[in-house]
């Protein structure tokens, strides 16, 4: 099966993922990534020239056509220039999401970390960066255990992204769907001590 998650990269590349999706042609690896938020290991939480808020759904408005997925539970990270969101992640605690790759609903158990976006004018800057250690210490703040990132495996900059601040790859989700005929599976990575951090499925 070709790597069709990888058609989503660009935007008509994504129109020809969508089209295929449409006619039941659809395939996805992903790596769960999972960090302990209080063992230190983030990359540290500034980035010159911007400053950083969390926010709530009703604070954001529509700047951005991704905050109108956002889900009651999470909150934005936002990073500022002046009053201009120039950056942003989603970050929930506890909470179950719909993975539309995976075409399956997950539960995460302490923080879960999505949607990490930096204007390209803004990028090499280490705001993203920035956004995931304040992630992490939003997680820990809570009293999590653990915060959980789901990555495709071919997204080498996410990964790095989320690796320089103590993430590591646990599981890997694989589906494959054509027609009425799924491949659905999850191995364990080699990670030690990576099964404490067990995938729920609802």
């Known amino acids: 099966m070709p790597a069709l998650w990888r058609l989503t990269r660009t935007d008509h590349a994504r129109r020809v993922y969508e089209t295929l999706k449409r006619v039941g042609i659809t395939g996805t690896r992903m790596y769960q990534y999972i960090a302990d938020p209080t063992d230190g290991r983030g990359a540290g939480n500034d980035a010159d020239g911007v400053r950083f808020e969390t926010r709530t759904r009703e604070d954001v408005g529509n700047e951005y056509g991704a905050f109108a997925e956002l889900l009651p539970e999470e909150r934005v990270i936002c990073a500022l220039d002046d009053e201009t969101i120039v950056g942003y992640l989603f970050v929930s605690l506890d909470t179950r999401h719909r993975i539309h790759p995976l075409e399956e609903t997950l539960r995460f158990d302490g923080g879960y ?14 705001i993203a960066t920035a956004l995931v250690s304040r992630a992490r210490e939003w997680a820990a703040d809570r009293d999590a255990t653990a915060a959980h990132a789901l990555v495709a495996r071919d997204n080498k900059p996410s990964r790095w992204l989320f690796e320089a601040n103590g993430f590591e790859a646990v599981h890997e989700h694989v589906y494959y769907r054509v027609g009425p005929l799924s491949h659905r599976s999850i191995e364990q990575l080699g990670a030690e001590g990576s099964s404490q951090y067990p995938y729920i499925r609802i």
Do not use: E, K
């Open 113 to 126: 970390v999505r949607r990490v976006f930096v204007q390209p004018d803004y990028r090499n800057r280490g």
